[in-house]
């Protein structure tokens, strides 16, 4: 099992940028495919970005494609989804997850078996 935890939302104005981080647990983490998910207030969970164990594959959402970055430091046990360009839709509480038995990308909720407790997103327009 491992433990993820997020950091780095907040409120921010159309327009802006900020960095999630997203620290694990384990000595495990550099085999495990990672990704970022959001969920906006009464709408379901939904995949943002995704990145595989060694940092050299990514895969993102339509939605945030050009504007959004994973990237992973392996030595930190840390991913990150660098968010430019926020527009209001943005705003969601982001989640990050492991793929403890896998170490590709993947757009599927059900592909990850460990979750942060998320960290919330706010943009005003």
């Known amino acids: 099992q491992v433990q993820l935890v997020e950091s780095g939302g907040g409120l921010v104005q159309a327009g802006g940028s900020l960095r999630l981080s997203c620290a694990a647990s384990?000595?495990?983490?550099?085999?495990?495919?990672m990704g970022w998910f959001r969920q906006a207030p009464g709408k379901e969970r939904e995949f943002v970005a995704s990145?595989?164990?060694?940092?050299?594959?990514?895969y993102y959402a339509d939605s945030v494609k050009g504007r959004f970055t994973i990237s992973r430091d392996n030595a930190k046990n840390t991913v990150y989804l660098q968010l430019n360009s926020l527009k209001p839709e943005d705003t969601a509480v982001y989640y990050c997850?492991?793929?403890?038995?896998?170490?590709?990308?993947?757009?599927?909720?059900?592909?990850?078996?460990?979750w942060g407790q998320g960290t919330q997103v706010t943009v005003s327009s």
């Open positions: 997850a492991a793929r403890s038995y896998a170490g590709g990308i993947s757009t599927g909720i059900t592909s990850y078996d460990n």
């Open positions: 384990g000595r495990t983490f550099r085999s495990y495919g």
């Open positions: 990145i595989n164990w060694s940092g050299d594959s990514t």
